[in-house]
């Protein structure tokens, strides 16, 4: 009983991430803006918390300071994930901005880091993921590690970069893996086979909305977990109607997932 009532806060946290019905998250991040700018969309984040609330998305990721988006607004149904580690606009790898018990303090209920598999400081980035997830466990803080494998290391590996980082992330600690996943089948049922928590497959850059649609779909059906949908959603003038849009197909009645034990 001790060793459930140990980790029973982390499972309760990942609940308000992960559907319980499903097993799977629409997650709209919001923490572009201390590398991009507050470019179009990200002008007013309370507009995009109360349409992430609206829209049937499961969770919002943004930065401690912008916490302010969530209390103000009706997003009780939202689960929160705050980003720790950031970058500016000159270089890719991250460096930790924020503590852990700072997020804790700040309601979180789970933390994002993040690094880029093939960088010049991919290994110390990697390093400051494991103790950041190491810290967040002391807590039963769930941790969502964002993970890149950068051009240079797919032309050197080849595809199988992808399945490679998304195990590396679940070999550090990573709770949920978030990584960027080409419109390939094959690609996507390697990072599925590479790991045994939930893949989150991020949106990347804004594209053609049917095409994003279908990537999106297909995904789901071969067993990922969920998508984590900034730019493809705030970018566009009609963000709630691709929001929802995109709630229903991420929470479709999945048979595969059915067969199995949900995660959480």
């Known amino acids: 009983m001790n060793n459930i009532n140990n980790v029973a806060g982390q499972w309760i946290r990942l609940r308000r991430i992960l559907n319980p019905h499903t097993g799977r998250s629409l997650i709209i991040p919001l923490d572009h803006a201390i590398t991009s700018g507050p470019v179009k969309g990200l002008t007013h984040p ?95 803080l769930p941790v969502l590690m964002t993970i890149y494998a950068i051009p240079g290391q797919v032309q050197r590996l ?38 045994s928590v939930p893949l989150i497959m991020a949106g990347g850059s804004k594209s053609n909305t049917d095409e994003f649609y279908d990537h999106v779909e297909t995904a789901i059906q071969l067993g990922v977990a969920g998508a984590a949908i900034g730019r493809n959603i705030w970018e566009h003038d009609n963000s709630s109607e691709i929001a929802s849009k995109l709630a229903a197909i991420i929470h479709e009645r999945n048979p595969k997932l059915e067969q199995e034990q949900l995660y959480i």
């Open 46 to 140: 309370s507009k995009i918390v109360t349409m992430a609330a609206q829209s049937g998305a499961d969770a919002v990721m943004l930065r401690p300071g912008l916490i302010h988006a969530v209390a103000e607004t009706d997003s009780k149904n939202l689960g929160i994930i705050l980003a720790l580690t950031g970058r500016f606009d000159r270089g890719i790898d991250h460096v930790l901005l924020n503590s852990v018990e700072h997020a804790l303090r700040y309601g979180a209920d789970a933390i994002c880091t993040e690094f880029k598999f093939g960088s010049d400081g991919d290994l110390e980035n990697a390093k400051m993921a494991s103790e950041i997830t190491e810290r967040a466990h002391q807590y039963n």
């Open 158 to 195: 080849g595809e199988g970069a992808y399945a490679h980082a998304c195990r590396i992330g679940e070999e550090l600690g990573a709770d949920m893996v978030k990584i960027y996943l080409p419109n390939d089948e094959e690609v996507i049922q390697s990072c599925l086979d590479a790991v």
